[in-house]
């Protein structure tokens, strides 16, 4: 069934949310402290690891500085937070330190950025068993756990990005295959380690960086690598 692993990545998602949020308390805060800090680090890790395997680090990171310089222009971070914002006026009207709209924005990004994301994407708009969306599902099930346990249930209304980003991917599965070659995906997902690195620092606390407005480096990267690199 086409689709059916962003399905299967989305109900994990709400469970490891729902766990979370009904059961999160019981877990004593330094617990929650220490598992996200592992978190982050593990976040960073992967996300060096994606950046490693570009073949040529100017394509990266003049998309992302390109990219960054867009998103600003765009007020993207913005308008996370302001979706954020709303929901939780609509949800958590006594969250009054912030963190609805701190799980909310780190938890859709962390969920819906990587290489994972497009291939399982590809995977699922052919049909096949989504092999890839239900590691990830598996996966971010147990993180979710974990982030709405710390952030509250904005972490939880991720699943709502995984639901929109995964299915929009899924639906241009096969355009967006036919349209990137291997060097263009190795950069692509190079671009990506970026995002994910930013991610970890900001779970570590090391520095806040504005995640959203890194968003569109990772389209315009393989841009670059389709006019420049051939």
């Given amino acids: 069934m086409r689709g059916l ?35 982050g680090i593990a976040t960073i890790v992967l996300g060096i690891g994606d950046a490693l395997d570009t073949r040529n680090l100017v394509f990266p990171l003049v998309g992302m500085v390109l990219g960054a310089i867009v998103g600003e ?3 993207i971070e913005e308008r996370l937070e302001s979706l954020g914002g709303r929901l ?33 994407a590809i995977e699922d708009a052919s049909g096949k068993t989504p092999q890839l969306y ?12 974990i982030f709405t346990a710390t952030y509250g249930i904005g972490a939880m209304f991720s699943a709502v990005g995984v639901l929109v980003v995964q299915g929009l991917l899924t639906l241009g599965g096969t355009g967006i295959d036919s349209l990137l070659d291997d060097r263009m995906r190795t950069e692509l997902f190079a671009a990506g380690g970026f995002v994910v690195l930013a991610i970890g620092l900001n779970l570590l606390r090391i520095t806040k960086i504005r995640l959203g407005s890194l968003l569109p480096g990772l389209v315009l990267t393989p841009v670059l690598v389709a006019l420049f690199a051939r």
Wanted: glycine share 14%; charged share 20%.
């Fill in 5 to 39: 692993g962003t399905l299967i990545n989305t109900a994990t998602v709400l469970i490891g949310g729902s766990v979370g949020y009904f059961v999160g308390h019981r877990i004593r805060e330094s617990v929650r402290t220490t598992v996200v800090q592992v978190i």
């Fill in 88 to 120: 939780k006026r609509r949800f958590a009207k006594d969250d009054s330190d912030g963190r609805f709209v701190e799980g909310f924005v780190t938890a859709t990004l962390l969920f819906c950025v990587g290489p994972m994301t497009i291939l399982g």
């Fill in 134 to 145: 239900i590691i990830k599902g598996t996966l971010d099930g147990f993180m979710s756990i």
């Fill in 73 to 75: 222009l765009l007020r």
